[in-house]
């Protein structure tokens, strides 16, 4: 199973659209796509773009229809498209970059489908704070009010952001990250031909001085403030002198105008990877912004070895300190910004510690460190106190399977500081949040209590996991649907299929009852349609195995999309066992003494084959359950004293047990994922399997596979684990496995829920 986090990101246009945010994202996609999942929300805005793809670590979903209203859609259509999306990858953090079209998606989906799903907002506006609070009717401004209120948390790339956010009625603290730059990519190295080919390709002659600007055509980025600029610089310098605009915007044509002079070239928008080329051959960087949240091609540009000119608004005094990164110039004032040009073309030594200083502190911006900090973000934000409702048909006292693995994530769960709630049928002493149902009350009635319990546990719960999907799991399936939680179910046997063997005592397999669709009771039919209800409905099915998984998706019409497989805990390792104690003459069954473990067929198999070799191998059955005195008079009458039965015991005794035997044996009708097959070869040990198993164990892996209702076939398993040679070679074949602790499976729960 994939357990990485799925984290969906905001953005209302992404790659190959980009600018300083959409670079950003990426970059921190690229670099967190080994510890989460990211999906990307954007609008389509172009025909050519497809409306799905994958692109490194992240999938792209376009929305839209190619063309600039798009963007009014994302709130429309967003909501739901991310509803779909998240019943097949179910999202543990959202994250808007900006407040934008885009941005609303995640708080619509939460408040039109119930959800509490934890919301990073990160701040990039470049725009003044009188257009965030005023344009468009003041709807910019109702929009960072009513996003910054319903953030988990809030990050902001500078300083300036961070206080707005406060001015806005943010009340917790803003995690200031910066954008940063790909250091690789912009301190490229390119060589004299390499050069003077761009050069002449723009028509540049030798030995002319190269200003370089790359922004978008916007106001707030000053363009028309640089164009003046150039224009008034002295003669003397304006003469051999090129301005280079890189970038496209809507100014673009009232800028054209503006440049009178031929050595002002609109070069347009340039891959995001060639803009390198033309730092190189840059002179000196200028942007003399109106207005900047940060801005990353200062940032850029230090990195290239190109000296920055810019002024003291938004983001930018914090990392362009005049006369030692970089030099500021008046804020609209194209004089002040023409004197700068000038101070840089004309001062060597100026220049030289400006470029100096100017690459040292792009060090601080790279993409590896920054990335680091939003991932621990995330997981906090993920992490933080939750509340879960764990529904398990037994709990402690009680014993079996199901009552301990609700015990095990429910300490896990305790342990991340989440708090956990158990809704269980078992009797016990009252225990603070474990929530208990009387089996003595009669069904029906049970069910209904269970449901109005559930209605109240469900309410207060920011995730349910059912360790049953029939009895419990349906009335909190329900109560789960009408308040709009998510569920998640985990499968490990079968409840229906169990009963039906049980109480009929029918000789079935679990693929055979679901193909051979035998004749239920009334009774039965209604426990299919609970759970098929419980589980059609879940945001997500967990079995212990593929086998299972296939089975239940083609009985129950599952969504293949919506389940997965967790495997089950190993807690055995070698050495449990002194090597004095292995004598290798014990076979051994531990478990429930119930009619679908086909215990009488193994047993007589087991005398069949022993009396065959006439050698004193033992059959050591370990457990309890409802056939135990019907068992152990069954094994009068075979008058012999090679099975003996034993109580349950301490998992330390019983390891020990397994690791000094010559073999496991599980014979049942079925058994999806057998603990002590899979304990069994931890250990080194050699097992007896019946055929019909999630366990793809085979010959090869130390493993006899048999067929359960043929009795022949057991028999000649036993005689193969008799018979020395046969035996030495099955013991080498066991491929001993690593231990898998509750510890390992909870993880893996804690992020599905």
Known sequence: MNTRATIYVFSTAFWPLVG????????????????FDFVVITGRLKKNLKKEEVRGGCTILRIGFGNAFDKILLPVLGPFIVHQTDKKRPAQLFWPVMVSFASGIPYIFNILFKRHIPIVLTLQEGDPESHLRHSRGGLIGLAWRMALRRSSAVTAISSYLARLAKGFGYQKNVQLISNGVDLALFEKKFSTVENDELRTSLEIPEGAKIIVTTSRLVKKNGIDILIRAFLALPQDLKGQAYLLILGDGAEKESLKRLATNKRILFLGS???????????????????????GMGNSFIEAMAAGVPIIGTPVGGI???????????????????????????????????????????????????????????????????????????????????????????????????????????????????????????????????????????????????????????????????????????????????????????????????????????????????????????????????????????????????????????????????????????????????????????????????????????????????????????????????????????????KDMFERLESARAAAVASYSDVAPNIITESLALGTPAILTKYSGLEKARADGVLRVDPLDESSIEAAFLRMMDDGQYADLRKAVAVSSPRSWSDVAKEYAVLL
């Open 317 to 651: 005094p914090e990392f362009l300190v005049d006369g030692e990164t970089g030099l500021l110039a008046e804020p609209e004032n194209p004089n002040s910004t023409a004197a700068a040009i000038g101070r840089i073309l004309t001062d060597t030594r100026l220049r030289n510690l400006l470029i100096e200083a100017g690459k040292k502190k792009a060090q601080e911006y790279n993409w590896h460190d920054i990335s680091e900090k939003y991932g621990a973000v995330f997981l906090a934000e993920m992490n933080k106190k939750r509340s879960v409702l764990i529904a398990t048909g037994i709990f402690p006292p009680a014993i079996g399977g199901p009552a301990l693995y609700a015990l095990a994530l429910a300490d896990y769960f305790k342990q991340k500081g989440w708090q956990v709630s158990i809704l269980t049928y078992a009797h016990g002493d009252p225990t603070a949040g474990v929530h208990r149902v009387s089996l003595e009350i009669p069904s029906g009635v049970r069910h209904s209590l269970t449901f109005l319990k559930a209605i109240n546990l469900v309410f207060k719960a920011d995730a349910v996991l059912l360790l049953d999907h029939a009895s419990l799991g349906f009335p909190v399936a329900i109560a789960s649907r009408i308040l709009g939680k998510r569920y998640i179910v985990r499968v490990g046997g079968d409840f229906l299929w169990e009963g039906f063997v049980m109480s009929r005592r029918a000789e079935l397999s679990l693929p055979d009852f679901y193909q051979r669709a035998p004749d239920l009771s009334f009774k039965e039919r209604i426990i299919f349609q609970a759970v098929r209800y419980t589980l059609q409905h879940a945001a997500t099915v967990a079995f212990n195995t593929e086998w299972q998984k296939d089975i239940f998706i083609r009985a129950y019409g599952l969504d293949p999309t919506k389940v997965t497989v967790v495997q089950n805990v190993c807690l055995a390792r070698q050495g449990a066992a002194q090597e004095s104690e292995r004598e290798y003459s014990r076979f051994l069954y531990v478990g429930r003494f119930l009619f679908l473990k086909n215990l009488k067929r193994t047993i007589r198999s087991f005398i069949t084959a022993q009396k065959k070799m006439n050698r004193p191998f033992m059959f050591e059955i370990i457990g309890e359950g409802p056939e135990e005195e019907a068992l152990k008079t069954f094994v009068k009458t075979l008058h012999t004293d090679r099975v003996v039965f034993h109580a349950s015991m301490a998992q």
């Open 270 to 292: 340039r891959p995001y990877h060639d803009l390198p080329r033309y730092l190189a051959i840059a002179d000196v960087f200028v942007r003399p912004s109106r207005s900047e």
């Open 20 to 35: 300083g945010a959409e670079i950003a994202a990426e970059e921190v996609i690229r670099r967190l796509e080994d510890s």
